[in-house]
């Protein structure tokens, strides 16, 4: 009787030490996924790289060069090799002017194509008709959207991007 109870005992203590064992390599492994890096960009690499990183989230370090004052969700963030513009769907405060800061958010593209600049001419030819736009206006309106036709043909590209952030969060630096 005793060795059955000895024997029990020790099946006992090696169970739990497996046990034991299991959960801290399982809390190790929940604990390594957690910490999860945001990437750093400079913003003279940011419409080169961002590409790599649409819908996904990324830091840029700049200075606050401006903050839409028609409505204030939107600032424009620069360095001397660059520069990222920066959309929120609530207001940045006006004091972030000229303030260095780190900030995260969501790379986001507008995607520049064939189909993009028909709307764009369709919509220039109606606002005209309508006389919502002077002829001034229309055409200069037509001369920008042929720019953007010129250099995807320059380029030998079907489309252009432009790239900028979806704001999460922000870090003013001292």
């Known amino acids: 009787m005793k060795k059955i109870?000895?024997?029990?005992?020790?099946?006992?203590?090696?169970?739990?030490?497996?046990?034991?064992?299991?959960k801290e390599a399982i809390e190790n492994v929940t604990k390594t996924e957690e910490?999860?890096?945001?990437?750093?960009?400079?913003?003279?690499?940011?419409?080169?790289?961002?590409?790599?990183?649409?819908?996904?989230?990324?830091?840029?370090?700049?200075?606050?060069?401006?903050?839409?004052?028609?409505g204030g969700k939107k600032l424009f963030l620069v360095t001397d090799d660059g520069d990222a513009h920066v959309f929120s769907d609530e207001r940045f405060e006006e004091a972030l002017k000229g303030s260095e800061i780190i900030v995260n958010g969501i790379v986001e593209e507008e995607r520049i194509d064939e189909a993009y600049l028909l709307k764009l001419e369709e919509d220039n030819i109606k606002s005209h008709s309508e006389g919502k736009s002077n002829k001034e206006q229309f055409d200069s309106r037509k001369k920008y959207i042929q720019q953007y036709r010129d250099k995807m043909k320059t380029d030998s590209v079907d489309h252009i991007s432009n790239y900028s952030l979806k704001y999460v969060s922000h870090k003013e630096l001292k």
């Not at 109870?5 to 299991?22: N, Y």
């Not at 750093?40 to 961002?50: M, V, Y």
């Open 5 to 22: 109870i000895i024997l029990l005992v020790i099946t006992t203590m090696l169970f739990s030490c497996k046990t034991e064992t299991k």
């Open 35 to 70: 910490v999860i890096e945001t990437p750093q960009l400079a913003i003279g690499e940011f419409d080169i790289k961002a590409g790599k990183y649409i819908n996904k989230e990324v830091q840029l370090k700049g200075i606050v060069d401006h903050v839409c004052k028609h």
